[in-house]
């Protein structure tokens, strides 16, 4: 069994590139949880943990953790807390670890539009300098299709603020999310609004549907058509067509993902687009080139 000093209230998710890092709950659940497409959270009522609690938590993972340089504050979008009750937190993590390579959190564009540039300085100055955002899609229908809450404004605005006070951002983007139906517009305007941000991470995960079928089309406030594994390459390789960024570290390697991809874009581009190239044009659905085979 794996052990973990403190006693988590689960179910608990990180990012995949948070894996080495220690894991703090400063709250539980998320606190918009009305997302068509995802089902994280939906066993929990959203509500925020005390200091004290949280504190103890922090403390007894220090102990165990010596020398850990990243922090993840979990659960779906901690970055909803006041600045007034992020601070006490950074104070505690950076009292008890020492010092840090950085604090990470989910966020969403609200969330940061709520805080004055200068909390932002402040909370980036105590170590918060990696905010994660599930964008999902840049196309204003969509959004309120899946019930995302915000708008391709709202995006631009919440991820520029943070970037202009030097807050990285790790933007995620849902291939499949709108079907057949809203590819073409999800691909385009998902590029168009990423251009916009040029975050420094960005990631690409494949829509799940751990209910089934059904299940997301009675959550879906559209028509929504399942794409095949095909369709979805094709999909994607649109979206990474139209991406004009430069220095963006891009991974596709999520556990929902049919095909592995990672690169620098632009520089690595037009390799991964050979390689949905590729994947695409393979008589064997089952079968996909690596990324090693075309380098």
């Known amino acids: 069994m794996f052990f973990t000093p403190i006693a988590y209230d689960e179910p608990l998710f990180r990012p995949p590139a948070e894996a080495r890092s220690a894991i703090v709950q ?6 918009w949880n009305q997302c068509a497409f995802c089902e994280m959270y939906t066993s929990k009522k959203f509500r925020v943990r005390s200091i004290e609690d949280v504190k103890s938590d922090i403390s007894n993972i220090a102990k165990y953790y010596k020398g850990t340089k990243k922090i993840f504050l979990a659960d779906g979008n901690a970055f909803v807390l006041s600045t007034k009750k992020l601070v006490p937190i950074l104070d505690e993590i950076n009292k008890k670890f020492g010092k840090i390579q950085r604090v990470s ?22 170590g918060l300098k990696l905010l ?13 299709l899946i019930h995302k809450g915000e708008t391709f404004n709202s995006t631009v605005d919440g991820i520029t603020k943070a970037h202009k006070i030097g807050i990285d951002t790790s933007i995620m983007i849902i291939n499949g999310l709108g079907g057949k139906v809203y590819s073409e517009q999800h691909a385009l305007k998902s590029a168009e609004i990423i251009n916009k941000v040029n975050p420094k991470f ?20 559209g028509y929504y058509q399942q794409q095949t594994i095909v369709e979805l390459f094709k999909e994607l390789r649109l979206f990474i067509k139209n991406l004009e960024v430069e220095n963006v570290i891009y991974r596709s390697n999520h556990v929902s993902n049919n095909i592995p991809l990672q690169g620098t874009l632009s520089k690595d581009k037009d390799v991964l687009l050979m390689l949905l190239e590729k994947a695409i044009n393979n008589t064997d659905p089952g079968i996909f080139p690596s990324q090693s085979d075309i380098l």
Do not use: M, V, W
């Open 26 to 31: 400063a709250t539980l659940g998320c606190s």
């Open 105 to 126: 959190s989910y966020a969403l564009p609200k969330d940061i539009l709520s805080k004055s540039e200068q909390e932002l300085k402040e909370l980036k100055d105590l």
């Open 132 to 144: 994660y955002i599930g964008i999902e899609t840049g196309d204003e229908e969509l959004l309120k």
């Open 202 to 221: 960005l990631s690409t995960l494949t829509l799940s549907l751990p209910y089934g079928l059904e299940h997301f089309q009675n959550r879906f406030e």
